[in-house]
């Protein structure tokens, strides 16, 4: 079983719409949690970190809960900008290091 | 403030040849992470370097193998090269205390014919 799955989509929506992406991990002593975004053949870039309260940043939302080992990124408002491909990442590292454990990552397009 | 820089950009090889990849943290960190992303995948640990040590390691055979410089910076080698190695080879700068954040950079673009 891989340690984060992920919807590989792809999710189409038109300018404006709300869109919703999930992520489940599988280790449970897992520490910290973040979204990245990627772009068409670009470096992974850290999004938002995920807090057990739910966090925000602007048009985005990202949640997690540990009960269900379960976390989500809600986008408002999309925009054309929007477009790339979303990686859930979860960082199951020892203390005093870190190692993050990718999903396959959701790609949107956001349509004019 | 220069983010994480790798060189080179592209590189290709044939089949059971070795390459050598680098990367320069960003400044201010003392860790570095290599991650292999095959195409349509995620990005996959490979190992990571911290006080020029190898701290934790992924699920990757003995062909990849690094080195931390006392400059922070690293090298990626891969020996006896495959078809399958052919990937984008990221690596990613942190913080070696509380930060888990990792900032990567651009990676190399690596083919193996």
């Not at chain 1, 408002?76 to 454990?101: E, H, M, P, W």
């Not at chain 2, 003392?30 to 195409?39: F, G, R």
């Not at chain 2, 349509?40 to 003995?62: A, S």
Request: aromatic letters at 12%; glycine letters at 8%.
């Amino acid at each position: 079983r891989k340690e984060v799955e992920q919807d590989p989509g792809p999710f189409n929506v038109p300018e404006g719409a709300t869109v919703a992406f999930n992520c489940t991990y599988s280790n449970s002593a897992s520490q910290s949690f973040f979204w990245y975004r990627q772009d068409c053949r670009k470096e992974p870039k850290l999004l938002m970190s995920v807090y057990s309260s739910g966090n925000e940043d602007g048009r985005f939302t990202a949640q997690l809960n540990r009960a269900s080992q379960y976390i989500s990124l809600l986008i408002r408002d999309s925009k054309l900008s929007d477009s790339a491909t979303y990686l859930c990442v979860v960082n199951i590292g020892q203390t005093g290091a870190n190692n993050l454990f990718f999903g396959t990552g959701t790609r949107l397009t956001v349509i004019p | 403030d220069a983010g994480v820089t790798q060189s080179p950009t592209h590189l290709i090889k044939t089949r059971g040849q070795q390459v050598t990849l680098r990367c320069s943290p960003k400044s201010g960190h003392d860790t570095v992470s290599w991650y292999q992303q095959a195409l349509g995948q995620g990005p996959q640990f490979i190992f990571q370097y911290y006080e020029e040590e190898e701290r934790q390691r992924g699920n990757f055979p003995d062909r990849f193998s690094g080195h931390q410089f006392p400059n922070y910076s690293s090298e990626l080698n891969v020996n006896a090269l495959l078809l399958g190695d052919s990937a984008l080879y990221l690596c990613a700068s942190s913080w070696g205390g509380d930060s888990y954040e990792q900032y990567f950079g651009p990676g190399t673009r690596l083919t193996v014919t």
